[in-house]
Protein backbone atom coordinates (compact mmCIF):
# COMPACT_ATOMS: atom_id res chain seq x y z
CA UNK A 1 0.00 0.00 0.00
CA UNK A 2 1.09 3.42 -0.85
CA UNK A 3 0.42 6.40 1.20
CA UNK A 4 1.20 10.12 0.92
CA UNK A 5 3.16 11.45 4.25
CA UNK A 6 5.25 14.29 5.71
CA UNK A 7 8.72 13.58 6.11
CA UNK A 8 8.20 13.25 9.77
CA UNK A 9 5.38 10.71 9.33
CA UNK A 10 7.60 8.80 7.15
CA UNK A 11 10.59 8.81 9.58
CA UNK A 12 7.99 7.35 12.38
CA UNK A 13 6.90 4.88 9.71
CA UNK A 14 10.44 3.79 9.67
CA UNK A 15 10.60 3.37 13.40
CA UNK A 16 7.65 1.14 13.26
CA UNK A 17 9.43 -0.81 10.42
CA UNK A 18 12.39 -0.94 11.77
CA UNK A 19 11.22 -2.90 15.02
CA UNK A 20 11.33 0.48 17.10
CA UNK A 21 10.13 -0.35 20.67
CA UNK A 22 11.52 3.39 22.38
CA UNK A 23 10.61 6.81 21.48
CA UNK A 24 11.43 9.80 23.92
CA UNK A 25 11.53 12.75 22.82
CA UNK A 26 10.53 16.70 23.87
CA UNK A 27 8.55 18.58 21.13
CA UNK A 28 10.61 21.21 19.49
CA UNK A 29 9.36 22.30 15.24
CA UNK A 30 10.65 21.17 12.91
CA UNK A 31 10.55 17.38 14.60
CA UNK A 32 7.56 17.18 16.85
CA UNK A 33 5.61 14.97 14.30
CA UNK A 34 7.97 12.33 14.46
CA UNK A 35 6.87 11.25 17.89
CA UNK A 36 3.26 12.05 17.70
CA UNK A 37 3.38 9.71 14.44
CA UNK A 38 4.94 6.87 16.59
CA UNK A 39 2.88 7.11 19.36
CA UNK A 40 0.07 5.85 16.88
CA UNK A 41 1.07 2.77 16.75
CA UNK A 42 0.80 0.69 19.77
CA UNK A 43 3.96 -1.73 19.42
CA UNK A 44 6.25 1.48 19.93
CA UNK A 45 5.99 2.91 23.43
CA UNK A 46 6.48 6.81 22.73
CA UNK A 47 6.98 9.51 25.55
CA UNK A 48 7.39 13.43 25.62
CA UNK A 49 10.38 13.99 28.19
CA UNK A 50 11.07 16.84 30.05
CA UNK A 51 14.14 18.28 27.81
CA UNK A 52 16.20 16.87 25.12
CA UNK A 53 18.70 15.53 27.56
CA UNK A 54 16.85 13.28 29.49
CA UNK A 55 15.01 12.38 26.51
CA UNK A 56 18.41 10.87 24.74
CA UNK A 57 19.38 9.90 28.20
CA UNK A 58 16.28 7.63 28.29
CA UNK A 59 16.58 6.11 24.73
CA UNK A 60 20.34 5.24 25.88
CA UNK A 61 18.76 3.15 28.48
CA UNK A 62 16.43 1.49 26.69
CA UNK A 63 19.26 0.56 23.78
CA UNK A 64 21.55 -0.72 26.84
CA UNK A 65 18.58 -3.31 28.06
CA UNK A 66 18.28 -4.32 24.29
CA UNK A 67 15.81 -2.57 22.40
CA UNK A 68 15.75 -0.81 19.32
CA UNK A 69 15.40 3.35 20.46
CA UNK A 70 14.98 6.40 19.26
CA UNK A 71 15.36 10.31 20.29
CA UNK A 72 14.20 13.23 18.49
CA UNK A 73 14.39 16.56 18.82
CA UNK A 74 15.34 19.71 16.77
CA UNK A 75 18.23 21.61 16.22
CA UNK A 76 18.80 23.56 19.16
CA UNK A 77 17.46 20.67 21.15
CA UNK A 78 21.35 18.83 20.02
CA UNK A 79 22.78 21.30 22.16
CA UNK A 80 20.45 20.47 25.53
CA UNK A 81 21.49 16.94 24.54
CA UNK A 82 25.55 17.33 23.34
CA UNK A 83 26.83 15.72 27.19
CA UNK A 84 24.86 12.33 26.24
CA UNK A 85 25.45 12.22 22.85
CA UNK A 86 29.20 12.39 22.93
CA UNK A 87 29.95 10.12 25.75
CA UNK A 88 27.44 7.68 24.56
CA UNK A 89 29.96 7.59 20.80
CA UNK A 90 32.28 5.96 23.42
CA UNK A 91 30.02 3.23 25.11
CA UNK A 92 28.06 2.25 22.17
CA UNK A 93 25.37 0.72 22.14
CA UNK A 94 23.48 -2.89 22.56
CA UNK A 95 19.96 -2.33 20.33
CA UNK A 96 19.62 0.40 17.56
CA UNK A 97 19.99 3.65 18.86
CA UNK A 98 18.67 6.53 16.25
CA UNK A 99 18.97 9.92 17.18
CA UNK A 100 17.01 12.59 14.83
CA UNK A 101 18.17 16.35 14.51
CA UNK A 102 15.88 18.57 12.48
CA UNK A 103 17.42 21.52 11.41
CA UNK A 104 15.39 24.92 10.44
CA UNK A 105 17.56 26.73 7.56
CA UNK A 106 15.87 30.02 7.32
CA UNK A 107 14.60 30.18 10.93
CA UNK A 108 10.90 29.25 10.48
CA UNK A 109 10.46 28.88 14.14
CA UNK A 110 13.89 28.83 15.62
CA UNK A 111 16.76 31.30 17.51
CA UNK A 112 19.60 30.07 15.39
CA UNK A 113 20.59 28.52 12.21
CA UNK A 114 23.25 26.31 13.32
CA UNK A 115 24.51 23.21 11.10
CA UNK A 116 24.13 20.17 12.99
CA UNK A 117 26.03 18.36 10.47
CA UNK A 118 28.92 19.56 12.93
CA UNK A 119 27.93 18.07 15.69
CA UNK A 120 28.03 14.59 13.91
CA UNK A 121 31.97 15.80 13.05
CA UNK A 122 32.68 16.65 16.26
CA UNK A 123 30.94 13.57 18.60
CA UNK A 124 32.53 10.97 15.72
CA UNK A 125 28.60 9.93 14.98
CA UNK A 126 27.97 8.69 11.90
CA UNK A 127 24.84 11.03 10.30
CA UNK A 128 22.44 10.23 7.41
CA UNK A 129 20.45 13.08 5.34
CA UNK A 130 16.93 11.97 3.86
CA UNK A 131 15.55 14.08 0.47
CA UNK A 132 12.04 12.71 0.51
CA UNK A 133 9.75 10.76 2.65
CA UNK A 134 10.54 7.32 1.37
CA UNK A 135 14.38 7.99 1.77
CA UNK A 136 13.24 9.50 5.36
CA UNK A 137 11.56 5.99 5.84
CA UNK A 138 14.10 3.94 4.77
CA UNK A 139 17.28 5.93 6.29
CA UNK A 140 15.52 5.36 9.49
CA UNK A 141 15.32 1.46 9.05
CA UNK A 142 18.63 1.45 8.08
CA UNK A 143 20.21 3.61 10.82
CA UNK A 144 19.13 0.89 13.36
CA UNK A 145 20.92 -1.51 10.88
CA UNK A 146 24.25 0.56 10.89
CA UNK A 147 23.67 1.49 14.61
CA UNK A 148 23.83 -2.07 15.63
CA UNK A 149 26.38 -3.69 13.02
CA UNK A 150 29.08 -0.48 13.37
CA UNK A 151 28.02 -0.33 17.54
CA UNK A 152 27.50 3.27 17.36
CA UNK A 153 24.63 5.39 17.90
CA UNK A 154 23.61 7.18 14.35
CA UNK A 155 22.45 10.82 13.72
CA UNK A 156 19.17 11.19 11.20
CA UNK A 157 19.62 14.74 9.90
CA UNK A 158 16.62 16.53 8.53
CA UNK A 159 15.64 19.73 7.63
CA UNK A 160 12.25 21.82 7.59
CA UNK A 161 11.35 21.37 3.80
CA UNK A 162 12.00 17.65 4.40
CA UNK A 163 10.66 17.06 7.48
CA UNK A 164 6.93 19.04 6.51
CA UNK A 165 7.19 18.24 2.64
CA UNK A 166 5.02 14.87 1.36
CA UNK A 167 6.10 12.68 -1.15
CA UNK A 168 4.68 8.68 -1.58
CA UNK A 169 5.95 6.14 0.60
CA UNK A 170 5.29 2.37 -0.10
CA UNK A 171 4.46 0.73 3.40
CA UNK A 172 5.81 -2.36 4.53
CA UNK A 173 5.76 -4.59 7.00
CA UNK A 174 6.99 -4.51 10.53
CA UNK A 175 10.16 -6.18 10.95
CA UNK A 176 10.20 -8.78 14.04
CA UNK A 177 13.28 -7.72 16.13
CA UNK A 178 13.48 -9.51 19.44
CA UNK A 179 14.89 -7.61 22.01
CA UNK A 180 18.52 -8.37 23.24
CA UNK A 181 19.98 -9.72 25.94
CA UNK A 182 20.94 -7.35 28.69
CA UNK A 183 24.29 -8.73 29.63
CA UNK A 184 26.77 -6.66 32.63
CA UNK A 185 29.45 -4.71 30.62
CA UNK A 186 31.23 -2.02 32.89
CA UNK A 187 33.78 -1.52 30.29
CA UNK A 188 31.65 -0.87 27.70
CA UNK A 189 29.28 1.43 29.56
CA UNK A 190 30.66 2.54 32.47
CA UNK A 191 32.76 5.77 31.03
CA UNK A 192 35.53 6.19 33.83
CA UNK A 193 38.16 8.04 32.51
CA UNK A 194 40.33 4.34 32.66
CA UNK A 195 36.93 2.75 30.23
CA UNK A 196 36.44 5.60 28.53
CA UNK A 197 40.62 5.73 27.47
CA UNK A 198 40.11 2.22 25.66
CA UNK A 199 37.05 3.16 23.93
CA UNK A 200 38.35 6.36 22.18
CA UNK A 201 40.46 4.33 19.67
CA UNK A 202 37.09 1.88 18.80
CA UNK A 203 35.63 5.23 17.61
CA UNK A 204 38.41 5.88 15.20
CA UNK A 205 38.08 2.53 13.83
CA UNK A 206 34.60 2.27 12.94
CA UNK A 207 34.82 5.90 11.65
CA UNK A 208 37.54 4.59 9.49
CA UNK A 209 35.31 1.90 8.52
CA UNK A 210 32.07 3.46 7.96
CA UNK A 211 33.99 6.01 5.67
CA UNK A 212 35.27 2.80 3.53
CA UNK A 213 31.84 2.12 3.74
CA UNK A 214 30.67 5.12 2.54
CA UNK A 215 32.62 4.75 -0.91
CA UNK A 216 30.11 2.52 -2.37
CA UNK A 217 27.37 2.58 -0.41
CA UNK A 218 23.42 2.71 -1.94
CA UNK A 219 23.15 5.96 0.19
CA UNK A 220 26.35 7.68 -1.84
CA UNK A 221 25.19 7.57 -5.61
CA UNK A 222 26.54 9.01 -9.30
CA UNK A 223 23.78 10.56 -11.45
CA UNK A 224 25.43 10.60 -14.90
CA UNK A 225 24.31 13.42 -17.17
CA UNK A 226 25.76 16.20 -18.78
CA UNK A 227 29.24 16.40 -17.63
CA UNK A 228 29.76 20.18 -18.11
CA UNK A 229 28.67 20.66 -15.16
CA UNK A 230 28.75 18.36 -11.65
CA UNK A 231 27.00 19.01 -8.74
CA UNK A 232 27.48 17.65 -5.08
CA UNK A 233 24.76 17.88 -3.12
CA UNK A 234 22.32 16.49 -0.10
CA UNK A 235 18.90 16.50 1.42
CA UNK A 236 16.46 19.53 0.30
CA UNK A 237 19.72 20.87 -1.86
CA UNK A 238 19.69 17.58 -3.91
CA UNK A 239 16.16 18.47 -4.99
CA UNK A 240 16.49 21.99 -5.78
CA UNK A 241 19.71 21.19 -8.21
CA UNK A 242 17.63 18.23 -9.77
CA UNK A 243 14.41 20.65 -10.37
CA UNK A 244 15.92 23.19 -11.49
CA UNK A 245 19.34 21.51 -14.07
CA UNK A 246 17.48 18.02 -14.92
CA UNK A 247 19.81 16.18 -17.39
CA UNK A 248 21.93 19.25 -17.79
CA UNK A 249 23.77 18.53 -15.15
CA UNK A 250 25.46 15.55 -13.46
CA UNK A 251 24.99 14.65 -9.68
CA UNK A 252 27.03 13.35 -6.67
CA UNK A 253 23.89 12.42 -4.50
CA UNK A 254 25.07 11.82 -0.30
CA UNK A 255 22.97 10.28 1.99
CA UNK A 256 25.70 9.72 4.76
CA UNK A 257 27.00 12.74 5.33
CA UNK A 258 29.49 11.74 8.20
CA UNK A 259 31.35 10.42 7.68
CA UNK A 260 31.94 11.67 3.92
CA UNK A 261 33.96 9.40 1.06
CA UNK A 262 37.28 10.01 -0.54
CA UNK A 263 37.48 8.24 -3.79
CA UNK A 264 33.88 8.68 -4.92
CA UNK A 265 34.02 12.45 -4.55
CA UNK A 266 37.24 12.51 -6.33
CA UNK A 267 36.10 9.80 -9.20
CA UNK A 268 32.98 12.20 -9.54
CA UNK A 269 35.08 15.49 -9.74
CA UNK A 270 37.54 13.84 -12.23
CA UNK A 271 34.20 13.35 -14.71
CA UNK A 272 32.94 16.98 -15.40
CA UNK A 273 34.14 20.05 -16.38
CA UNK A 274 32.75 22.50 -13.53
CA UNK A 275 31.89 21.16 -10.17
CA UNK A 276 29.58 22.76 -7.57
CA UNK A 277 28.64 21.86 -3.69
CA UNK A 278 24.91 23.10 -2.87
CA UNK A 279 24.75 23.00 0.44
CA UNK A 280 22.24 24.78 3.22
CA UNK A 281 24.12 26.58 6.17
CA UNK A 282 27.85 25.91 6.54
CA UNK A 283 30.37 24.80 3.84
CA UNK A 284 30.66 21.06 5.29
CA UNK A 285 30.93 19.36 1.93
CA UNK A 286 32.59 21.97 0.28
CA UNK A 287 35.76 21.85 3.05
CA UNK A 288 35.82 18.28 2.65
CA UNK A 289 36.19 18.74 -1.25
CA UNK A 290 39.56 21.30 -0.62
CA UNK A 291 41.00 19.22 1.95
CA UNK A 292 40.90 16.29 -0.84
CA UNK A 293 42.68 19.33 -3.30
CA UNK A 294 39.28 19.26 -5.43
CA UNK A 295 38.45 22.75 -6.82
CA UNK A 296 34.71 23.14 -6.24
CA UNK A 297 32.78 26.10 -6.10
CA UNK A 298 30.21 26.64 -2.62
CA UNK A 299 30.00 29.59 -0.78
CA UNK A 300 31.61 32.03 -3.17
CA UNK A 301 28.53 31.55 -5.02
CA UNK A 302 25.92 29.88 -2.51
CA UNK A 303 24.64 32.57 0.64
CA UNK A 304 25.63 30.76 4.46
CA UNK A 305 22.30 31.89 5.30
CA UNK A 306 18.99 31.34 5.21
CA UNK A 307 16.82 28.50 3.40
CA UNK A 308 17.64 27.87 -0.16
CA UNK A 309 14.93 26.84 -2.80
CA UNK A 310 14.72 26.21 -6.83
CA UNK A 311 14.71 29.87 -7.49
CA UNK A 312 18.29 30.61 -5.87
CA UNK A 313 20.01 28.13 -7.08
CA UNK A 314 18.65 28.62 -10.86
CA UNK A 315 19.79 32.06 -10.21
CA UNK A 316 23.35 31.15 -8.86
CA UNK A 317 24.00 28.19 -11.49
CA UNK A 318 22.09 30.24 -14.62
CA UNK A 319 21.24 33.34 -14.03
CA UNK A 320 17.87 33.42 -14.24
CA UNK A 321 15.37 35.34 -12.17
CA UNK A 322 12.00 34.27 -11.75
CA UNK A 323 9.40 36.38 -13.13
CA UNK A 324 7.85 39.16 -11.38
CA UNK A 325 4.69 41.46 -11.12
CA UNK A 326 5.21 45.02 -9.96
CA UNK A 327 2.62 46.88 -8.37
CA UNK A 328 2.66 50.26 -6.23
CA UNK A 329 0.46 49.97 -4.07
CA UNK A 330 1.85 48.76 -0.50
CA UNK A 331 1.86 44.94 0.74
CA UNK A 332 0.76 45.33 4.68
CA UNK A 333 3.42 43.83 7.01
CA UNK A 334 1.44 40.29 8.56
CA UNK A 335 4.04 40.18 11.79
CA UNK A 336 3.25 37.12 14.12
CA UNK A 337 0.97 38.19 16.79
CA UNK A 338 -0.44 36.73 20.33
CA UNK A 339 -3.81 34.89 19.44
CA UNK A 340 -6.98 36.64 20.18
CA UNK A 341 -8.00 35.60 24.05
CA UNK A 342 -3.93 34.96 24.41
CA UNK A 343 -3.78 34.41 28.09
CA UNK A 344 -0.46 36.11 27.83
CA UNK A 345 -1.33 39.29 26.69
CA UNK A 346 -2.83 40.66 29.89
CA UNK A 347 0.51 40.17 31.67
CA UNK A 348 2.39 41.62 28.74
CA UNK A 349 0.37 44.78 28.67
CA UNK A 350 0.80 45.21 32.11
CA UNK A 351 4.68 44.78 31.61
CA UNK A 352 4.91 47.36 29.53
CA UNK A 353 2.53 49.87 31.42
CA UNK A 354 5.07 49.12 34.42
CA UNK A 355 7.76 49.92 31.87
CA UNK A 356 9.85 46.60 32.96
CA UNK A 357 12.81 45.20 31.69
CA UNK A 358 11.91 41.24 31.04
CA UNK A 359 14.14 38.87 30.50
CA UNK A 360 12.43 36.15 28.37
CA UNK A 361 12.19 32.50 27.27
CA UNK A 362 11.55 30.66 23.97
CA UNK A 363 7.70 29.66 23.83
CA UNK A 364 4.95 31.33 22.06
CA UNK A 365 5.23 34.16 24.77
CA UNK A 366 8.09 35.25 23.12
CA UNK A 367 5.78 37.03 21.06
CA UNK A 368 5.05 39.38 23.84
CA UNK A 369 8.58 41.07 22.46
CA UNK A 370 7.23 42.56 18.73
CA UNK A 371 4.30 45.53 18.88
CA UNK A 372 2.48 47.10 20.31
CA UNK A 373 3.33 45.43 23.27
CA UNK A 374 7.06 45.06 22.81
CA UNK A 375 7.44 43.80 26.20
CA UNK A 376 10.43 41.16 26.24
CA UNK A 377 14.04 42.69 26.46
CA UNK A 378 15.65 38.80 25.82
CA UNK A 379 15.46 35.84 24.26
CA UNK A 380 18.17 33.52 24.31
CA UNK A 381 17.81 29.95 24.72
CA UNK A 382 15.24 27.40 27.00
CA UNK A 383 15.26 28.37 30.61
CA UNK A 384 18.04 31.29 30.05
CA UNK A 385 15.49 34.15 31.70
CA UNK A 386 15.46 32.93 35.28
CA UNK A 387 19.33 32.73 34.77
CA UNK A 388 19.95 35.55 33.06
CA UNK A 389 17.91 37.65 35.76
CA UNK A 390 20.26 36.38 38.56
CA UNK A 391 22.77 37.55 36.66
CA UNK A 392 21.38 41.01 35.42
CA UNK A 393 20.20 41.52 39.22
CA UNK A 394 23.55 41.02 40.83
CA UNK A 395 25.24 43.39 38.55
CA UNK A 396 22.49 45.96 38.69
CA UNK A 397 20.98 45.27 41.91
CA UNK A 398 19.32 48.78 41.98
CA UNK A 399 17.07 47.94 39.02
CA UNK A 400 15.79 44.59 40.73
CA UNK A 401 12.36 46.55 41.49
CA UNK A 402 11.66 46.98 37.75
CA UNK A 403 12.73 43.98 36.39
CA UNK A 404 11.57 39.98 36.09
CA UNK A 405 11.87 37.09 33.75
CA UNK A 406 9.53 35.53 32.12
CA UNK A 407 9.23 31.76 30.85
CA UNK A 408 6.47 29.00 30.32
CA UNK A 409 5.22 25.93 31.98
CA UNK A 410 6.41 23.68 29.43
CA UNK A 411 10.27 25.57 29.62
CA UNK A 412 10.42 25.52 32.72
CA UNK A 413 9.94 21.95 33.15
CA UNK A 414 12.59 21.52 30.76
CA UNK A 415 15.08 23.98 31.74
CA UNK A 416 13.74 26.71 34.34
CA UNK A 417 14.11 24.65 37.78
CA UNK A 418 17.55 24.58 37.68
CA UNK A 419 17.92 28.26 37.52
CA UNK A 420 15.01 28.75 40.02
CA UNK A 421 17.38 26.71 42.52
CA UNK A 422 20.59 28.67 41.69
CA UNK A 423 18.19 32.21 42.51
CA UNK A 424 17.63 30.99 45.59
CA UNK A 425 21.15 29.21 46.68
CA UNK A 426 23.00 32.36 45.43
CA UNK A 427 20.41 34.63 47.37
CA UNK A 428 19.34 36.67 44.66
CA UNK A 429 16.26 38.84 45.30
CA UNK A 430 14.40 38.52 41.78
CA UNK A 431 11.11 37.85 40.61
CA UNK A 432 10.61 35.42 38.08
CA UNK A 433 7.05 34.59 36.00
CA UNK A 434 5.53 31.20 35.28
CA UNK A 435 3.07 32.06 32.24
CA UNK A 436 1.02 28.96 33.35
CA UNK A 437 -1.48 28.20 30.13
CA UNK A 438 -1.70 24.50 30.95
CA UNK A 439 -0.14 23.12 27.69
CA UNK A 440 3.40 23.21 25.22
CA UNK A 441 1.75 25.86 23.43
CA UNK A 442 4.21 26.86 20.73
CA UNK A 443 4.66 23.73 18.99
CA UNK A 444 1.23 22.50 18.84
CA UNK A 445 -0.60 21.41 22.29
CA UNK A 446 1.75 18.77 23.37
CA UNK A 447 1.46 17.63 26.94
CA UNK A 448 4.30 18.55 29.30
CA UNK A 449 4.82 17.24 33.26
CA UNK A 450 2.68 20.19 34.51
CA UNK A 451 -0.91 19.05 32.27
CA UNK A 452 -1.43 15.82 33.78
CA UNK A 453 -1.65 14.14 31.04
CA UNK A 454 1.05 12.07 28.80
CA UNK A 455 1.63 11.95 25.17
CA UNK A 456 -1.18 9.10 24.74
CA UNK A 457 -3.34 11.38 26.65
CA UNK A 458 -3.69 8.86 30.04
CA UNK A 459 -3.81 10.81 33.24
CA UNK A 460 -0.40 10.98 35.20
CA UNK A 461 0.49 13.03 38.02
CA UNK A 462 0.74 16.87 37.27
CA UNK A 463 3.79 18.82 38.70
CA UNK A 464 2.68 21.34 41.35
CA UNK A 465 4.46 24.38 40.29
CA UNK A 466 3.62 26.01 43.56
CA UNK A 467 4.61 23.06 45.71
CA UNK A 468 7.90 22.73 43.72
CA UNK A 469 8.77 26.72 43.87
CA UNK A 470 8.29 26.29 47.78
CA UNK A 471 10.55 23.42 48.11
CA UNK A 472 13.52 24.60 46.11
CA UNK A 473 13.46 27.37 49.04
CA UNK A 474 10.88 30.57 47.30
CA UNK A 475 8.99 31.64 50.27
CA UNK A 476 6.77 34.01 48.68
CA UNK A 477 4.44 32.29 45.38
CA UNK A 478 1.49 34.21 44.26
CA UNK A 479 -1.09 33.08 41.45
CA UNK A 480 -2.96 35.45 38.91
CA UNK A 481 -5.24 35.20 36.10
CA UNK A 482 -3.45 37.43 33.43
CA UNK A 483 -6.64 38.42 32.56
CA UNK A 484 -7.32 40.51 35.54
CA UNK A 485 -5.23 43.72 34.85
CA UNK A 486 -5.60 45.49 37.68
CA UNK A 487 -4.89 42.16 40.11
CA UNK A 488 -1.49 41.60 37.63
CA UNK A 489 -0.63 44.65 38.14
CA UNK A 490 -0.74 45.06 41.86
CA UNK A 491 1.23 41.53 42.36
CA UNK A 492 4.08 42.50 40.15
CA UNK A 493 4.52 45.85 42.07
CA UNK A 494 4.12 44.35 45.45
CA UNK A 495 6.63 41.70 44.52
CA UNK A 496 9.10 43.47 42.69
CA UNK A 497 9.23 45.82 46.30
CA UNK A 498 10.28 42.61 48.82
CA UNK A 499 13.85 42.02 48.92
CA UNK A 500 13.99 38.19 48.54
CA UNK A 501 13.33 35.75 45.98
CA UNK A 502 9.52 35.30 44.62
CA UNK A 503 7.75 33.63 42.20
CA UNK A 504 4.39 34.81 40.17
CA UNK A 505 2.22 31.94 38.48
CA UNK A 506 0.38 33.40 35.45
CA UNK A 507 -2.29 31.20 35.05
CA UNK A 508 -5.29 30.46 32.37
CA UNK A 509 -5.11 27.87 30.03
CA UNK A 510 -4.42 28.87 26.51
CA UNK A 511 -7.44 29.61 24.59
CA UNK A 512 -7.34 27.58 21.64
CA UNK A 513 -7.54 24.41 24.06
CA UNK A 514 -11.08 22.79 22.88
CA UNK A 515 -11.97 22.92 26.56
CA UNK A 516 -12.09 26.22 27.34
CA UNK A 517 -15.05 27.94 26.69
CA UNK A 518 -15.52 31.22 25.47
CA UNK A 519 -17.71 34.21 26.25
CA UNK A 520 -19.75 35.74 23.40
CA UNK A 521 -17.29 38.67 21.51
CA UNK A 522 -17.17 42.07 22.47
CA UNK A 523 -18.80 45.11 20.66
CA UNK A 524 -18.33 48.62 20.68
CA UNK A 525 -20.65 50.98 21.30
CA UNK A 526 -19.53 53.49 18.71
CA UNK A 527 -21.33 56.73 20.18
CA UNK A 528 -19.36 55.95 23.66
CA UNK A 529 -16.46 55.30 21.47
CA UNK A 530 -13.78 58.33 21.52
CA UNK A 531 -11.61 56.77 18.69
CA UNK A 532 -8.55 57.34 21.00
CA UNK A 533 -7.23 53.98 19.96
CA UNK A 534 -5.76 52.93 23.59
CA UNK A 535 -7.52 49.46 23.06
CA UNK A 536 -4.97 48.56 20.10
CA UNK A 537 -2.51 48.99 22.81
CA UNK A 538 -3.05 45.16 23.86
CA UNK A 539 -2.29 43.67 20.22
CA UNK A 540 -5.33 41.82 19.51
CA UNK A 541 -6.02 41.05 16.04
CA UNK A 542 -9.64 41.09 16.82
CA UNK A 543 -9.73 44.90 17.09
CA UNK A 544 -9.38 47.03 13.87
CA UNK A 545 -10.38 50.13 12.57
CA UNK A 546 -13.89 50.79 10.70
CA UNK A 547 -15.57 54.22 9.70
CA UNK A 548 -13.52 56.07 12.35
CA UNK A 549 -14.07 54.13 15.30
CA UNK A 550 -12.68 50.90 17.21
CA UNK A 551 -14.22 47.84 15.86
CA UNK A 552 -14.13 44.32 17.41
CA UNK A 553 -14.22 41.10 14.68
CA UNK A 554 -16.73 38.76 16.31
CA UNK A 555 -15.35 36.21 14.13
CA UNK A 556 -11.89 36.62 16.22
CA UNK A 557 -12.83 37.78 19.52
CA UNK A 558 -13.69 35.23 22.60
CA UNK A 559 -14.98 37.31 24.98
CA UNK A 560 -11.76 37.42 26.71
CA UNK A 561 -12.80 41.48 28.17
CA UNK A 562 -8.93 42.81 27.87
CA UNK A 563 -9.93 45.79 25.68
CA UNK A 564 -12.94 46.63 28.16
CA UNK A 565 -10.71 46.95 30.90
CA UNK A 566 -8.10 49.15 28.72
CA UNK A 567 -10.62 51.24 27.43
CA UNK A 568 -11.20 54.54 29.05
CA UNK A 569 -14.60 55.35 27.88
CA UNK A 570 -16.32 51.97 28.49
CA UNK A 571 -16.92 51.75 24.63
CA UNK A 572 -16.51 47.88 24.48
CA UNK A 573 -19.63 45.98 25.82
CA UNK A 574 -20.71 42.59 26.23
CA UNK A 575 -21.75 40.69 23.48
CA UNK A 576 -25.72 39.26 22.85
CA UNK A 577 -25.65 36.05 25.00
CA UNK A 578 -23.17 36.98 27.71
Known sequence: MKRLMLGNEAVARGLYEAGCRFVSSYPGTPSTEITEFAAKYPEVYAEWAPNEKVAVESAIGASIAGARAFAAMKHVGANVAADPIFTVAYSGVSGGLVIAVADDPGMHSSQNEQDSRHYAEAAKIPMLEPSDSTECRDYAKLAFELS??????????????????????????????????????????????????????????????????AEDCALNRIEWGDRKIGIIASGACYQYAREVMGDRASYLKLGLVFPLPTELIKTFAAGVDKLYVIEELDDVLETHCRKLGIEVTGK???????????????????????????????????????????????????????????????????????????????????????????????MKPETKNRTIAVIGDSTFAHSGITGLVNIVYNQSASTVVILDNSITGMTGHQQNPTTGQTLQGDPTYAINLEELCHAVGIK????????????????????????????????????????????????VNRDACKACKVCFKIGCPA??????????????????????????????EEGKGA
Not at 310 to 333: H, Y
Not at 477 to 500: F, G
Not at 546 to 565: I, N, P, R, W, Y
Open 148 to 213: EEYDTPIFLRLVTRIAHSQSIVELQDRADIPMKEYVKNPQKYVMAPANAKRRHPFVEDRLARMAQW
Open 300 to 394: SLFPLVDEFSQELVREKLLGELPDAIEFDAPVPVRPPVLCPGCPHRGFFYTAAKLKLTVLGDIGCYTLGSGAPLSAMDTTICMGASISSLHGFNK
Open 476 to 523: RVRVEDPYNLKAMETILKEELAVDEPSVIIARRPCALLKTVKHHPPRV
Open 543 to 572: ITWKDGKSHVDETLCVGCGLCAQVCPFGAI
